[in-house]
């Protein structure tokens, strides 16, 4: 059984994927999206009423059920995009309750078919914590998300799957470059790439080592002949990121093959990228960038699930 809230815990809200809860407002909805500063990028980018960013709830098992419907819906929208390899492929979540244990998908079932209920929830040591015991987890998966989580407090999901264009750029072990506005928001230390190959991944020094490879503001990762992955604050902005990572890998070796003519690339300058970059990439405005795919899934799937 997943963890749960007790009867005498204190009422607090929770914003999904974060790791401590946030001061419950007195006149606040238990649903009811924050309120945006001038600052804040979402109300700079729009235009009137402000474009919602995380909701934040009253109660644990609330919020537990939109982060775990999300989960599924991100499986079901990146399966939708053509990132399915067999049974290669993971995301890992953090619970909204307990920071130590994570959730993350059954080995062996399509990301298309996944529903809330298949997620199984595990410790730091791989033990079986909660959920779906019809299925194991991905053992690989495990090794590498655990030192994710360890490594970064702030990191409450992350994602890898082997997709087309990720796996082909990864065979040049190379940083994306800044040749267009999306790309920027893996501007500098918010991308890092991983230039070695030592098989699947079943052992813990290379599962550390990709964790330290990621740094500590990294959002997307190139791993070398293996394929991308990409991390967030909310499962909506690492399923987002890596969507975004997967089509700049493709974007990249359409450029360099037209380049390839004589071409030359011009390059986004760096007080560009990086204004570009921190008005792009903070949380809420990640989470809203996923959004429109899971409106879309629900809508394709009558009877489905709903976000």
């Not at 070796?253 to 970059?277: M, N, P």
């Not at 990640?286 to 429109?292: D, S």
Request: with cysteine.
């Amino acid at each position: 059984m997943a963890p749960h809230l007790s009867n005498d815990s204190p009422a607090v809200d929770y914003v999904p994927g974060s790791l401590q809860p946030v001061k419950k407002a007195q006149s606040r909805a238990a649903e009811k999206p924050p309120s945006s500063s001038k600052s804040n990028a979402l109300q700079a980018l729009s235009q009137g009423v402000t474009l919602p960013g995380r909701p934040i709830f009253s109660d644990v098992e609330k919020a537990r059920h939109h982060m775990l419907n999300h989960m599924a819906g991100a499986f079901r929208v990146l399966a939708r995009h053509g990132c399915v390899e067999g049974i290669s492929g993971h995301i890992s979540l953090r619970d909204p309750e307990d920071p130590s244990v994570f959730w993350t998908n059954p080995l062996g079932l399509h990301f298309a078919l996944l529903k809330p209920e298949d997620m199984i929830l595990l410790d730091k040591n791989g033990e079986f914590m909660g959920g779906n015991s019809s299925h194991p987890a991905n053992a690989a998966g495990f090794l590498i998300h655990s030192a994710l989580h360890e490594a970064r407090a702030d990191v409450n999901a992350a994602c890898h799957f082997h997709s087309v264009h990720g796996k082909a750029w990864s065979a040049f072990a190379q940083p994306l470059e800044m040749i267009n506005q999306d790309v920027t928001i893996f501007y500098g230390e918010a991308q890092a790439v991983y230039t070695d190959f030592g098989g699947i991944v079943l052992k813990d020094e290379e599962s550390e080592a990709l964790a330290k490879s990621l740094g500590s503001k990294g959002k997307g990762m190139i791993l070398r002949n293996h394929g991308l992955l990409t991390v967030g604050n909310t499962v909506d902005e690492a399923a987002y990121l890596f969507m975004l990572m997967e089509r700049s890998c493709q974007i990249q070796l359409a450029a360099d093959g037209a380049a390839a003519s004589g071409r030359q690339k011009v390059f986004i300058d760096e007080e560009a990228a990086k204004y570009t970059f921190e008005m792009t990439s903070d949380p809420d405005s990640l989470y809203a960038e996923f959004q429109p795919y899971l409106q879309y899934e629900s809508a394709m799937t009558p009877g489905g699930l709903q976000f």
